[in-house]
Structure formats: structure tokens, C-alpha cells
T-cell receptor, first 112, second 112 residues
């Protein structure tokens, strides 16, 4: 089964609003990465957060990690129509070299 | 800096045939991972190579194999293709463990 589970599965918002997506995982991790995928194309790397970090920012993106709850969240502020995509979290651990375990993703639709 | 390059972008094969997909990582990256993405199973890890050695393997049948060359380029081979092998095959490269993994645009394989 997948390690990560994103919530919600689908999210629809208006341009300018904030979007929050959550990711839960089951086992201990060393890091967690967030990716964006546009309509069956490649994955675009957004942010990597390590297990000893609690929060990271990159432009309009804010990622938090709570290892005690085995969960992470991705916040996109002031969303744009171009943010419409699927968002995935992927976990990595020392016991599984080179492998990222992906969740099922959240499909975000931003209406202009 | 050039990104991860996958060739070909699209491929149509007949059941029973075999196929080879290619992945050129970002310059300096020695780790290459392969993933299969389908609507039903999501993103599934196939295998990971580092410095020409397979370090990790997912739960796929032996028909799926790969290799990495001394220049870090990697190939993935699928023999005796089945209809269920139709998928988007993605490769990712990274500098190593706990580093960001960057994906290519993928190869869309259709088996008819």
C-alpha cells in the first residue's frame, strides 16, 4: 500500500484564495518532498523538508512537517489558475535507499 | 543546467514485444530512480541505481529490468509486454540520499 495519503483528494478554489493539502504517512521517514504534476506530464519538485525540520518556505509555498503525527501540509497562498495541477507528497527513509514512496495526490483546481 | 531527459516521449508497442526506455540524469547526479504511474496504482517505485549498481528494487516482475552506465545514464527494459504495462514511466535523478529528486517528463508507453 502507499506510504503517503493526501487529503483532500480534490480541491477547488477561486483565484487568490489559499489552498492547503495534507499528507499522512505510516512509517518513520528521513525526508518528505512535495511535487506538482500537470496533466500526465513529469513531476516538478517543489520542496524537500527533512525530518528534523518543522517548516520551510519557498515563494508562495509553505510546508510543515509534524513527525509525531506523521503528517505534512502544503499551503499555497494567493493561488493562481496556473497552480491547477495534482500535488503529491513523497517520503524517503534510510532503510529504502533511493526510493520515494508516493501518495495518491490531491487534484487542485483554481478557477479564474 | 539541463534537466532530466527521457526518451522517447511516446511509444506504442504490441503485446509480447520488448521495450527499452532511456533516462539521462542531471549532470553530476549519480542516482537514478524509475517509477511507473498508472491511474489505478498511482506512482510505484521500480528500481534505483547509484554508480552503476542497483541499490533498491520495487515489487515488479522480473520482466522489468534496468541498468546504469558509467556516465550515469540509465535504461529500463520491459520484456514480453502486457496490456497492463501501459503507463507513464518516470525517472528521477538526485545527488544521493536525502537530496532532492528531479523528474523527467516521462515516457508514455501504450501496449496494444
Amino acid at each position: 500500500s502507499q506510504q503517503g495519503e493526501e487529503d483532500p483528494q480534490a480541491l477547488s478554489i477561486q483565484e487568490g484564495e489559499n489552498a492547503t493539502m495534507n499528507c499522512s504517512y505510516k512509517t518513520s521517514i528521513n525526508n518528505l518532498q512535495w511535487y506538482r504534476q500537470n496533466s500526465g506530464r513529469g513531476l516538478v519538485h517543489l520542496i524537500l523538508i527533512r525530518s528534523n525540520e518543522r517548516e520551510k518556505h519557498s515563494g508562495r509555498l509553505r510546508v510543515t512537517l509534524d513527525t509525531s503525527k506523521k503528517s505534512s501540509s502544503l499551503l499555497i497562498t494567493a493561488s493562481r489558475a496556473a497552480d491547477t495541477a495534482s500535488y503529491f507528497c513523497a517520503t524517503g527513509s534510510n532503510t529504502n535507499a533511493g526510493k520515494s514512496t508516493f501518495g495518491d495526490g490531491t487534484t487542485l483546481t483554481v478557477k479564474p | 543546467k539541463a534537466g532530466v531527459t527521457q526518451t522517447p516521449r511516446y511509444l506504442i508497442k504490441t503485446r509480447g514485444q520488448q521495450v527499452t526506455l532511456s533516462c539521462s540524469p542531471i549532470s553530476g547526479h549519480r542516482s537514478v530512480s524509475w517509477y511507473q504511474q498508472t491511474p489505478g496504482q498511482g506512482l510505484q517505485f521500480l528500481f534505483e541505481y547509484f554508480s552503476e549498481t542497483q541499490r533498491n528494487k520495487g515489487n515488479f516482475p522480473g520482466r522489468f529490468s534496468g541498468r546504469q552506465f558509467s556516465n550515469s545514464r540509465s535504461e529500463m527494459n520491459v520484456s514480453t509486454l502486457e496490456l497492463g504495462d501501459s503507463a507513464l514511466y518516470l525517472c528521477a535523478s538526485s545527488l544521493g540520499r536525502e537530496r532532492e529528486a528531479f523528474f523527467g517528463q516521462g515516457t508514455r508507453l501504450t501496449v496494444v
